[in-house]
């Protein structure tokens, strides 16, 4: 059996529905607003920094489940690493407004989970370490500049193969 130990840095960041919060916070309103919609977690991991099968399972109170985006940084000069979303397969649950800001065609229901993620090759120099506040802060960016992060994902993507 492969040893295990939870990190002690954020490597995992929930997103949250207004329902979930139990409050009305329109994460659209404000930068402030969509970051209450974020909750970090510390996920176990493996000798090789890879979550623990049940991990994502147990956070997203499913074993079916899938991702459903993957988008840069705001910061344009980021190519090496990338977050990824990850949402149940079917949930009868409301869409999750702040993930479908970077979900392109794919509208998340209920809670979803953003990692940091990149090419196999770049994972032993991974910082898998996830800031809420950078997140929202990238979130918001691609929100207010209108920027599709499908079309950011693509073009930042083929520019790392092409200078590999």
């Not at 000798?47 to 840069?72: C, G, I, M, Q």
């Amino acid at each position: 059996m492969a040893a295990y130990q939870i990190p002690t840095e954020v490597n995992t960041m929930s997103v949250f529905t207004t329902e979930d919060l139990g409050y009305s916070c329109d994460p659209l309103q404000s930068r402030e607003n969509l970051r209450e919609h974020l909750d970090g977690a510390c996920l176990a991991v493996d000798d090789h920094k890879h979550f623990l099968k049940d991990e994502l399972a147990e956070l997203l109170n499913t074993p079916r489940y899938k991702r459903v985006a993957s988008f840069y940084d705001r910061d344009p000069s980021i190519f090496d690493w990338y977050y990824s979303v990850y949402a149940c397969e079917s949930c009868d649950g409301p869409t999750n407004t702040v993930a479908a800001i970077v979900c392109g065609q794919a509208t998340p229901k209920g809670q979803v989970v953003i990692v940091k993620d990149c090419p196999a090759h770049k994972w032993d120099c991974l910082k898998t370490g996830v800031d809420a506040d950078e997140v929202a802060k990238t979130l918001w960016y691609y929100h207010k500049s209108g920027v599709s992060a499908e079309a950011e994902f693509a073009e930042r993507t083929l520019l790392r193969i092409l200078s590999s």
